[in-house]
């Protein structure tokens, strides 16, 4: 089996039985905010794209490129299509063009034409991704391979259950913006980002001691920023709170609790593996080109600037009514929410700006009052959650109907952000789901979580303690860290107070928990 690297996410895998593209990002996403880091714009993505199969694990951006796909991966490709709750990524692709699609059922092995087989793992929490995200296993003559990317299973048995797997490619740097853009003192925010990194590299950690193979392969990270407003975020100033620690750090985190085989794929770079080996080539050496790092983004931020400028300026579209639009989208969306409307529990203001971002003079402020289900101008209230960015950002999601501003605005990182009290995970999925089906899903999917009884309890130290997280359900008898009283689910981070039951980093999380006694 080899396995040609293609930047951030992005794979080649090629068998004897056939060939399957993952994740083909080239295009800058979110606002011309990330870029794939290393530049993989001048790989020969004609050849790259004459496949057999084509697999794009969720609608993240910087994972379905548009574009890309419709220019160069061959519209004869079958889609390996997760099982997901709504038909948006099969919709998407079919308007790019491809017709043949297998719909994959989750944690199923398909046999394809040769004997190749795959399985889709799909995880469909409204907090997955944008409404979904998966993994991708595959097998051919004995070889496994686990394309993890971005998702975050619950644990790793299922593919362990079929067998070694001799490469696992998983997902190790940010791919958010806090702490980044939150208002705060810049020692917290270098504490807050110190906190989130070690978390992700823990994570990581967890995920490839379950599983074992044979070779790890750091991939889905980090994104590199190239518009000047936006520099400060690439990890190149030597500050230990930056969320986006590249390849090279990987390694080098990853040697310090014991880790020999990584495996660091630049675009260009082949491994062809076997039963007992990984052999590597690469188109430029691997040490230098880290070494050279600050030089290399100075340089793609150069070839860049244009397409920066041009995307910017698509962007103002002064003639729309932002109030009146978010009105007539919006209130319709917040009478019929329950659960999400409910867990935010306050109004959201964002102001708007003249810049493309938070700097600059505020030309409008609007709330989403949620109790009160209703789009107003701001009324010098307090609110629970306030957003300042570009009017000209919020024009043009407006233009383009975007029913996700996760997966638009919030990942660009072109905003700031201030709350009251702990983080409200209900926020940002009331505002990925600006559509009807994306709504009713995931007013079910509450609907149904906040009903599901769970009765397993599990020993955590000196606690017996419900075995499942409250927040998306993670083993905490696998993710649970206990320090002193207080419980941390290492799958998202989620902080518990034993003796009380309260989350401590959301709202609407209590947890079960009952001192054991010394008898």
């Not at 919006?330 to 867990?343: C, Q, V």
Request: glycine share 8%; aromatic share 10%; proline share 5%.
């Amino acid at each position: 089996m080899r396995i040609t690297g293609t930047g951030h996410a992005s794979m080649r895998i090629d068998t004897a039985a056939g060939s399957i593209l993952c994740d083909p990002w080239v295009n800058p996403a979110y606002f011309a905010s990330w870029f794939p880091f290393p530049d993989n714009s001048l790989l020969d993505w004609e050849t790259l794209g004459d496949v057999d199969y084509l697999y794009v694990s969720h609608l993240h951006r910087d994972h379905f490129d548009a574009k890309n796909l419709k220019q160069h991966v061959n519209k004869k490709a079958t889609v390996l299509l997760p099982e997901y709750p709504t038909s948006q990524l099969e919709d998407e692709l079919r308007e790019l063009g491809f017709t043949s699609f297998l719909r994959t059922r989750s944690n199923e092995v398909h046999e394809l034409d040769g004997g190749l087989k795959v399985m889709i793992q799909a995880l469909i929490s409204p907090t997955d991704g944008p409404i979904g995200d998966s993994a991708l296993w595959v097998e051919h003559d004995g070889i496994r391979v686990l394309n993890q990317n971005d998702a975050r299973p619950t644990d790793l048995t299922t593919f362990a259950e079929l067998g070694h797997v001799h490469a696992h490619m998983l997902q190790f740097s940010g791919a958010i913006w806090y702490p980044m853009v939150y208002e705060l003192p810049e020692g917290a925010k270098r504490a807050f980002g110190k906190q989130k990194r070690d978390r992700q590299f823990d994570r990581t950690w967890r995920y490839i001691n379950d599983l074992k193979a044979s070779y790890v392969f750091p991939i889905a990270g980090p994104p590199c920023f190239l518009d000047d407003e936006l520099w400060q975020f690439n990890d190149i100033f030597g500050d230990e709170g930056n969320i986006f620690p590249d390849q090279s750090v990987f390694i080098r985190e990853y040697a310090q609790v014991g880790g020999t085989n990584g495996v660091v794929l630049l675009p260009g770079s082949v491994s062809t593996l076997t039963q007992d080996t990984c052999a590597t080539t690469h188109p430029t050496d691997v040490d230098e080109f880290f070494a050279n790092k600050v030089q290399h983004l100075e340089e793609m931020r150069e070839r860049k600037r244009g397409i920066i400028e041009a995307e910017k300026a698509s962007w103002r579209h002064p003639e729309i009514d932002v109030l009146g639009e978010l009105k007539k989208r919006i209130e319709p969306l917040l009478e019929e929410s329950i659960y999400m409307a409910k867990g935010v529990g306050g109004p959201v203001r964002y102001d708007l700006t003249d810049s493309f971002g938070p700097d600059g003079e505020i030309l409008e402020s609007i709330v989403v009052d949620f109790p009160g289900k209703q789009v107003r101008p701001y009324a010098d209230e307090k609110v629970r959650y306030r957003f300042k960015t570009g009017r000209a950002l919020v024009e043009h999601l407006i233009h383009i109907d975007e029913g996700d501003w996760v997966n638009s605005l919030f990942l660009s990182c072109r905003f700031s952000a201030a709350r009251i009290g702990q983080y409200n995970e209900f926020v940002y999925s009331f505002f990925k789901c600006l559509s009807e089906e994306r709504l009713q899903y995931a007013e079910g999917w509450y609907d149904e979580h906040e009903r599901e009884v769970d009765a397993e309890d599990t020993v955590i130290g000196d606690w017996d303690v419900q075995r499942r997280c409250p927040h998306l359900k993670a083993d905490l008898s696998r993710f649970g860290v206990l320090d002193g009283n207080v419980l941390t689910c290492q799958l998202h981070g989620w902080k518990f107070d034993l003796p009380s039951g309260r989350c401590l980093t959301g709202v609407g999380h209590s947890i079960r928990a009952s001192k054991r006694s010394d008898g």
